[in-house]
Nanobody, 119 residues
Framework: QARLVESGGGLVQAGGSLRLSCAAP???????????KGWYRQVPGKERELVAT???????NYADSVKGRFTISRDNTKRTVYLQMNSLQPEDTGVYYC??????????WGQGTQVTVIS
């Protein structure tokens, strides 16, 4: 499993922005680029839900609730995936988890970072 280190969560007022980062410092470049990267979030009492994914070819997929507000991107040289979150709303509150999925379907997860949006 890849070791994923997340950062960037915090407390923000509604309408504000945050950028989450997920670094994979021990992952070799070829593995990093071949993995599908994603961000998921979870709130107490609910299942973890997909927020955004970024595929090998650069294709992206977003949950309907974040389309037009969130952007997933990557920096291969830094082995890092980002989630830029704009126009945050209280319903965006949750613990955000970074995910890497190999072409064979094996998952690695970050430790999670808390995002709290207050109105």
């Amino acid at each position: 499993q890849a070791r994923l280190v997340e950062s960037g969560g915090g407390l923000v007022q509604a309408g504000g922005s945050l950028r989450l980062s997920c670094a994979a410092p021990r992952t070799i470049l070829s593995v990093f680029t071949s993995n599908t990267k994603g961000w998921y979030r979870q709130v107490p009492g609910k299942e973890r839900e997909l927020v955004a994914t970024l595929g090998y070819g650069g294709e992206t997929n977003y949950a309907d609730s974040v389309k037009g507000r969130f952007t997933i991107s990557r920096d291969n040289t830094k082995r890092t995936v980002y989630l830029q979150m704009n126009s945050l709303q209280p319903e965006d509150t949750g613990v955000y988890y970074c995910n890497h999925r190999t072409p064979a379907g094996h998952d690695s997860w970050g430790q999670g970072t808390q995002v709290t949006v207050i109105s």
